[in-house]
């Protein structure tokens, strides 16, 4: 079925929670119907959004907005090592990472809780935990707009990066409506990316070839960590990390350490020959951590979160606060952050 609304409240489908609407919203829940649309005829802009977890809606959006409500999941083969899953666009991410835990199957695990749905992962080549999407997608099928046919890209071909992929720089020409995993049935559990050991009441060296967790063991550990980091999805409105982490010249990060008192450790992570500095602490360094202006904030547990903190915040007060976390960290260590969450 294709639903189509005009003038459609859309504070239920960003989860900022601002309030703005869309002159035409349009939600297919099949490849037919998708293939139904006639491109050409959308009032523009066109957008198609996921869960609305990644965006920012500075006003009202002018043209049409599209949204996936494709939701199957699909085991298409099993081997001794390896299941491929096929997952709707329109699936919520977590309910897949919820599904393979159950299923005892691993890959998914460290990604759960994310907020957005499975199209939208692929796209954004979402990632947490020492795990990004790329490490499990298979293939991903899309609708291409122009050639007005069905396309399917193998993982090699989605030049993926750091919350990048060949999708982001395509003009909304692909859509994607399934992806497959694969998923696997042996032991492969990945721990090594900060307390998640701390969080599975694991010694920090402890040996987990031989340890015996499941798949769901350690997907409890990762909720357990991100409620007590990350404001709880649908009560204070946020668009999860709102800055990219900035990767930076070895000599900028020893500039960095140089300029903060010597006992303060700069926390890192080496890319190549650069370095790569989480924007929450460089904003936490800056003062911004649990501050408020206006009915925007800074998360008090994450300073790299920002947040709707009364529920109330206009869309300019989110983009006034950004802009002074930008000027802040820019004046202090010289580093410019860019937002990670989208701005329509
Ligand atoms: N840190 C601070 N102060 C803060 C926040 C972080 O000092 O306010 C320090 C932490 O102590 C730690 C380091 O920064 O040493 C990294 O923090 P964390 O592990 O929380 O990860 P992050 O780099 O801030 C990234 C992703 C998150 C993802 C986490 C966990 C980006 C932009 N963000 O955050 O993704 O959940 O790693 O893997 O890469 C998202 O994209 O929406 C998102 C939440």
Known sequence: MLKKEYSKDLSKLNTFGMKVTARYFYEYDSLADLLDLDFEELVGPVKHIGGGSNLLFTGDFKGTILHSAIRFT?????????????VGSGVVFDDFCAWAASKGLWGAE???????????????????????????????????????????????????????????HADGRYIVTHV??????GYSPKLDYGNIRAALGLAPDSDTDRASLTPQQVRDAIIRIR????????????????????????SKYEEVCASVPADTKVPHYEVGDMIKIPAGWLIEQCGWKGK???????????????VNATGQ?????IVRLENKIIVSVRDRFGIELSPEVEHL
Not at 292 to 306: H, I, M, P
Request: glycine content about 8%; charged content about 25%; overall charge negative.
């Open 110 to 168: 460290n990604l759960s809780l994310i907020p957005g749905e499975v199209g939208a992962s692929a796209v954004q080549n979402i990632g947490a935990y020492g795990v990004e999407v790329k490490d499990i997608i298979r293939t991903v099928f899309c609708y291409d707009t122009q050639e007005e046919e069905m396309v399917r890209f193998e993982v090699s071909d989605c030049a993926y990066e750091y919350r990048d992929s060949f999708f982001k």
């Open 292 to 306: 408020r202006s206006g009915n925007a904030g800074v998360w008090d547990k994450q300073a790299l979160v920002l």
């Open 180 to 185: 497959v995993f694969a998923l696997q049935k």
């Open 227 to 250: 409620r007590e980091k990350l404001p709880e999805p649908g009560k204070v409105g946020s668009a999860g990390s709102f800055f990219k982490n900035p990767v930076v010249p070895r």
């Open 74 to 86: 699909e085991v298409l083969s099993e081997s001794s090592d390896e299941v491929l899953v096929s």
């Open 313 to 317: 915040a206009l869309p300019e007060e």
